[in-house]
């Protein structure tokens, strides 16, 4: 057995290989010595190569956000396809349940700061990955939390289950925004507001006083952090995580 935690790369296999919503799919590593792994802290991401003799891909490090509550046997990364790009094709298309993967030890800052203090988690699209695992972990000792997710639809709303079930469970606040809901998506069902994060929205149903959490592409990011700051939230209570293909 090893060592919980470890140095350089270490081999991680992949047990389960499951879909999220069209696009996004999550991947489940254990460590191939039966080992214990490094808890992670929530919000951290996990850098890692394909394990492989091709060239296309040997040696290409990659970093992916770990999705789940922190925990010392298993990882999970949730991946969305990027059309063109090199790495996530591979996990979506090759990589199979018993793979191998190389990773490091997770690692980043974009941690929680402050658990006392009330805490906005702001996701836009599959930026939703390490808020995720902060939500996971913070839900099951408070509820002073407020969870908003803006995605186009239905069709590609990751986690929202899992979602429901802790604000239900827990008392967490729950918003969700949809960009472009479907004919049968259906508001205060499926979905609380139509368009986008709007100044007013947060001027009107947000503590400003709050700690903020954000992730999503680099539009909803500066989108977000534009209305904080006009609002007057002190940009040192502002963390963000920019996803970008």
Known sequence: MTNTAWTNFREL????????????????????????????TPGQFLPFKIKTNDPKYKDVLRTYSLSMFPNEYTYRISVKKIEGGLISPYL???????????????????????????????SGGIGITPLLSMLYAESSTRNNIHFIQA???????????????????SGIKNTVFYSSPLAEDKESVDYN??????????????????????????????????HLLELGVNKANIYYELFSS
Not at 14 to 34: E, H, N, Q, R, W
Not at 151 to 168: G, L, M, T, Y
């Open 13 to 40: 296999i992949l047990v389960d290989k499951v879909p999220v919503c069209p696009g996004i799919t999550s991947f489940y590593f254990k460590a191939k010595d039966g080992g214990k792994l490094v808890k992670h």
């Open 92 to 122: 979506h298309e090759n990589l199979k349940i018993g793979d191998s993967i190389e990773a490091m030890v997770p690692t980043g800052l974009f941690t929680i700061k402050n658990k006392t203090n009330d805490t906005v988690l702001i």
């Open 151 to 169: 995605v186009q639809n239905s069709s590609v709303h990751p986690f929202k289950e899992d979602i429901e079930n802790i604000a239900n469970l």
């Open 193 to 226: 507001y139509k368009g986008y994060i709007s100044k007013e929205f947060l001027k009107e149903n947000i503590n400003l006083n709050s700690d903020f959490y954000l992730c999503g592409p680099p539009p909803f990011m500066k989108s977000v952090e534009s």
